[in-house]
């Protein structure tokens, strides 16, 4: 199993410019999550899935749509995108077991936009 | 408003100390108490986690104590090794949820 793959590794942008990151999983679970990550700021949840066809906003959405077309795959995309976007991004995936949701995460996407 | 909030930022330990990682919450229907792992260009891994029926739980060197009445947790790692070194993130969430809240994290540096 390959677990949780994420596409692009690295990417820079010019503000303004579109893109959108994959996520995959391989381990059918139903619920899925984009975070970003900042210096001293933790992991802050944009935008998740609780399956397909279904998403729902998180902590900081503003500036990000998401997708959630194939059970296995969660895009999240930026429109128009500004500095203020240049981050780490992880996906994430989660099942439940033994009543609670453990979250499976992939090795990141590092976005600069310039 | 911040649910979770961790400390210290930053922690360097010599080898084979015990390294402290603490967290407060303030949400009481929080009920699931997760750290997660992460090492440089990585992303962020289970490595333990606690429910608040028990006070303490422990896997290996790695030991979670659980202070219900005051709304803290805290991760104990024994014997610290160079390989622990990584950020820590403490976390919690309501188990009916589906989704988790994060600390800011603790960047662990363990002196060889």
């Known amino acids: 199993n390959a677990g949780v793959t994420q596409t692009p590794k690295f990417r820079v942008l010019k503000t303004g410019q579109s893109m959108t990151l994959l996520c995959a999983q391989d381990?059918?679970?139903?619920?899925m999550y984009w975070y970003r990550q900042d210096p001293g700021m933790g992991l802050r949840l944009i935008h998740y899935s609780v399956g397909e066809g279904t998403t729902a906003k998180g902590e900081v959405p503003d500036g990000y749509n998401v997708s959630r077309l194939k059970k296995q795959n969660f895009l999240l995309g930026l429109e128009s995108a500004a500095p203020s976007q240049t981050s780490v991004y992880f996906c994430?995936?989660?099942?439940?077991?033994?009543?609670?949701?453990?979250?499976?995460f992939g090795p990141g996407t590092r976005l600069t936009v310039l | 408003q911040q649910q979770v909030k961790q400390s210290p930022q930053s922690l360097i330990v010599q080898k084979g100390g015990i390294s402290i990682i603490n967290c407060a919450y303030e949400n009481t229907a929080f009920d699931y108490f997760p750290w997660y792992q992460q090492f440089p260009g990585k992303g962020p891994a289970l490595l333990i986690a606690i429910r608040p029926d028990v006070s303490e739980k422990k896997e290996g060197r790695f030991t979670i104590s659980f202070n219900k009445s005051a709304k803290q947790f805290s991760l104990h790692i024994m014997d610290s090794q160079p390989g622990d070194s990584a950020t820590y993130f403490c976390a919690a969430s309501d188990g009916g949820d589906d989704k988790i809240i994060f600390g800011k994290g603790t960047r662990l540096h363990i002196l060889p």
């Open positions: 381990m059918n679970h139903e619920y």
């Open positions: 994430a995936s989660s099942y439940l077991r033994q009543g609670l949701y453990e979250q499976f």
